[in-house]
């Protein structure tokens, strides 16, 4: 597999996130309250950092989600795998908390 490939630059970004100011930027300030998905074969891989519960499922259908762009299950080089690898766990910490910003806030 090549050390890099054009499908990692969609993942770029990843380096250089911050999911705290994310999460303020999307859901204090803009009061967007979709949860991350990725290309995945079940919920807890769709969804990272939410366990497949009949609440958590009622929560991702009533809030919807923000697709990660990039986050295919094809892997063309080894950067891209590891940009991925990086998404899934901003996307995982992004959704946990949003998921605890959601029940504080019932």
Request: proline share 4%.
């Amino acid at each position: 597999m090549p050390q890099t490939s054009p499908q990692a630059e969609e993942l770029r970004w990843v380096e250089h996130a911050d999911v705290q100011a994310d999460f303020r930027q999307h859901v204090e300030r803009e009061h967007d309250t979709r949860f991350l998905s990725q290309s995945g074969l079940s919920f807890a891989t769709e969804f990272p950092g939410l366990e497949e519960t009949p609440e958590t499922q009622r929560l991702v259908k009533e809030h919807d989600s923000r697709y990660i762009k990039g986050t295919t299950d094809i892997i063309s080089s080894w950067e891209q795998k590891r940009l991925r690898d990086e998404a899934t766990y901003y996307a995982t910490r992004y959704n946990s908390m949003l998921l605890g910003h959601l029940e504080c806030n019932k």
